[in-house]
């Protein structure tokens, strides 16, 4: 309440502090008894029993104000109920001191919203939760028919959510009726989305990434799911959500495509990311249409979203991303690798207590041995593609030199464990650090293992240990 220095000429009592001092020939009174300040009381006196017998307040004159009510002039509006009494008198200067019994007791939504603001950061950290445990107990193949088109109706789903927030936010249209009180909770419905297809990315990138290079590329993709929940980056508005759209469209179509077409080339991520401008393109017109101006849909839309498509292909010909959908499953160094009917038999001198080894990386060699790698890898059903096995050794002089190359053929039967394969090198007396990578024939790494090869100082008889691959 606004406080008014005290003036002796005119009358102060506690309840009436910060009342407009009146003015000469303006009606007022000095205060009567009861508390009523600069109003006739006769008025007062020949109101209350009509006011009385209808249950009804008494109607006051133009600018007259009450004890423990007082009228703003410049509003216009009583700050609290009118006085009906010496009880109603107190409960007044009780609503003045508690806004809440002024503003009257609230509805379940409102109780409803104002716990979800006082529990913010909890119902954020549930939502990410909430979307990564769906998918955790959901996500499936990422060649399963149902997960691609959960993912796509998803991605539809967001598409048209955050046009209507644009079309909404530009005053073009309103939601009405049943769909204002939906439209609520649209903001976490597309956060819900955001973080379910990025929890699916996050999965499915993992599983293909391999060496620090995709690894990073992957640890971007796991900040924006995490980013996506903050409520600093919801404020920054339509930009940042076209452009976090326009990424999760060309995740969802650079694996989609090689699904479809059993291969993985360049020129279907091009695709991919072509298709993805078109939607950006779409979403583009859209708003231009609807503000009249070119301005606004470029730097809300089209700027963002084709940003991150340039982006994404400088990343991908950087063989930065991971080579979804194909994955590593299982890899190893053995010094030999024969088939036997449905199993491969894995020969390994591995010590127990080097557990975290996979085979033989650090190899006891002779002149003359091979060293081989076994490798499984997921490819989906109906896929049939090349892959290379790739050895470097890492010269003290010229660091690391290629040791050859071997193209491999890798099916995707719908075997779990994935396509099993092998390649090798022959030892030629030079022990020190090796590399075998397995990639893609343009050159992304699905998978790699490092090993030392030693010169193995005994010369009589080897044991080794055998596993099945």
Same mark, same amino acid.
């Given at each position: 309440?606004?406080?008014?220095?005290?003036? !002796?000429?005119?009358?102060?009592?506690?309840?009436?502090?910060?009342?407009?001092?009146?003015?000469?020939?303006?009606?007022?009174?000095?205060?009567?008894?009861?508390?009523?300040?600069?109003? $006739?009381?006769?008025?007062?006196?020949?109101?209350?029993?009509?006011?009385? =017998?209808?249950?009804?307040?008494?109607?006051?004159?133009?600018?007259?104000?009450?004890?423990?009510?007082?009228?703003?002039?410049?509003?216009?509006?009583?700050?609290?109920?009118?006085?009906?009494?010496?009880?109603?008198?107190?409960?007044?200067?009780?609503?003045?001191?508690?806004?809440?019994?002024?503003?009257?007791?609230?509805?379940?939504?409102?109780?409803?919203?104002?716990?979800?603001?006082?529990?913010?950061?909890?119902?954020?950290?549930?939502?990410?939760?909430?979307?990564?445990?769906?998918?955790?107990?959901?996500?499936?193949?990422?060649?399963?028919?149902?997960?691609?088109? &959960? &993912?796509?109706?998803?991605?539809?789903?967001?598409?048209?959510?955050?046009?209507?927030?644009?079309?909404?936010?530009?005053?073009?249209?309103?939601?009405?009726?049943?769909?204002?009180?939906?439209?609520?909770?649209?903001?976490?419905?597309? +956060?819900?989305?955001?973080?379910?297809?990025?929890?699916?990315?996050?999965?499915?990138?993992?599983?293909? =990434?391999?060496?620090?290079?995709? %690894?990073?590329?992957?640890?971007?993709?796991?900040?924006?799911?995490?980013?996506?929940? %903050?409520?600093?980056?919801?404020?920054?508005?339509?930009?940042?959500?076209?452009?976090?759209?326009?990424?999760?469209?060309?995740?969802?179509?650079?694996?989609?495509?090689?699904?479809?077409?059993?291969?993985?080339?360049?020129?279907?991520?091009?695709?991919?990311?072509?298709?993805?401008?078109?939607?950006?393109?779409?979403?583009?017109?859209?708003?231009?249409?609807?503000?009249?101006?070119?301005?606004?849909?470029?730097?809300?839309?089209?700027?963002?979203?084709?940003?991150? &498509?340039?982006?994404?292909?400088?990343?991908?010909?950087?063989?930065?991303?991971?080579?979804?959908?194909?994955?590593?499953?299982?890899?190893?160094?053995?010094?030999?690798?024969?088939?036997?009917?449905?199993?491969?038999?894995?020969?390994?001198?591995?010590? $127990?207590?080097?557990?975290? +080894?996979?085979?033989?990386?650090?190899?006891?060699?002779?002149?003359?041995?091979?060293?081989?790698?076994?490798?499984?890898?997921?490819? !989906?059903?109906?896929?049939?593609?090349?892959?290379?096995?790739?050895?470097?050794?890492?010269?003290?002089?010229?660091?690391?030199?290629?040791?050859?190359?071997?193209?491999?053929?890798?099916?995707?039967?719908?075997?779990?464990?994935?396509?099993?394969?092998?390649?090798?090198?022959?030892?030629?007396?030079?022990?020190?650090?090796?590399?075998?990578?397995?990639?893609?024939?343009?050159?992304?790494?699905?998978?790699?293992?490092?090993?030392?090869?030693?010169?193995?100082?005994?010369?009589?008889?080897?044991?080794?240990?055998?596993?099945?691959?």
């Amino acid at each position: 309440m606004r406080q008014v220095p005290s003036d !002796p000429a005119a009358p102060n009592t506690s309840e009436d502090a910060g009342t407009p001092k009146s003015q000469p020939g303006d009606g007022a009174r000095s205060p009567a008894p009861g508390g009523v300040a600069g109003t $006739d009381a006769n008025a007062v006196a020949k109101a209350a029993p009509a006011a009385a =017998a209808s249950g009804e307040a008494p109607v006051l004159a133009e600018g007259a104000q009450t004890h423990g009510n007082v009228v703003d002039p410049a509003v216009g509006v009583p700050a609290a109920a009118p006085l009906r009494g010496r009880a109603d008198a107190t409960e007044g200067a009780s609503a003045l001191g508690d806004p809440q019994a002024a503003e009257g007791p609230k509805g379940l939504a409102a109780r409803i919203q104002a716990f979800r603001e006082k529990h913010a950061m909890a119902e954020i950290a549930l939502l990410l939760v909430a979307g990564f445990l769906f998918d955790v107990f959901t996500l499936s193949r990422i060649d399963d028919v149902s997960t691609l088109a &959960q &993912q796509g109706a998803y991605l539809g789903v967001l598409g048209w959510l955050l046009l209507l927030e644009q079309r909404y936010a530009l005053g073009v249209a309103t939601p009405s009726g049943w769909w204002a009180k939906v439209w609520r909770f649209s903001e976490e419905a597309v +956060h819900f989305l955001f973080g379910s297809l990025l929890s699916c990315f996050t999965v499915f990138y993992f599983k293909s =990434a391999s060496g620090w290079t995709s %690894l990073l590329f992957l640890a971007v993709i796991f900040t924006l799911l995490i980013v996506n929940e %903050l409520p600093r980056f919801r404020a920054l508005g339509p930009m940042m959500r076209v452009a976090l759209f326009s990424l999760c469209l060309t995740s969802y179509f650079a694996y989609l495509l090689p699904v479809l077409a059993g291969m993985v080339r360049p020129w279907l991520f091009v695709v991919a990311v072509l298709l993805s401008c078109g939607v950006t393109l779409s979403y583009h017109l859209w708003v231009a249409t609807w503000t009249q101006s070119k301005v606004a849909g470029f730097k809300n839309v089209l700027l963002p979203g084709v940003g991150v &498509q340039v982006l994404l292909l400088v990343l991908y010909f950087l063989k930065v991303t991971p080579p979804v959908p194909l994955s590593i499953t299982e890899m190893g160094i053995y010094h030999d690798v024969r088939r036997e009917g449905s199993d491969y038999l894995l020969s390994h001198q591995r010590p $127990d207590w080097r557990f975290w +080894h996979k085979g033989d990386q650090y190899f006891l060699a002779r002149e003359g041995d091979k060293v081989w790698v076994f490798v499984s890898v997921f490819a !989906p059903r109906r896929f049939q593609d090349q892959i290379v096995a790739r050895w470097w050794y890492d010269d003290p002089k010229r660091g690391w030199v290629s040791r050859g190359n071997k193209v491999l053929e890798v099916r995707g039967g719908g075997r779990e464990s994935g396509f099993r394969t092998n390649s090798y090198m022959t030892y030629r007396g030079v022990p020190g650090r090796y590399r075998v990578e397995i990639t893609t024939l343009t050159g992304h790494v699905i998978g790699q293992l490092n090993l030392e090869v030693v010169a193995d100082p005994d010369r009589g008889p080897r044991e080794f240990k055998i596993v099945k691959g």
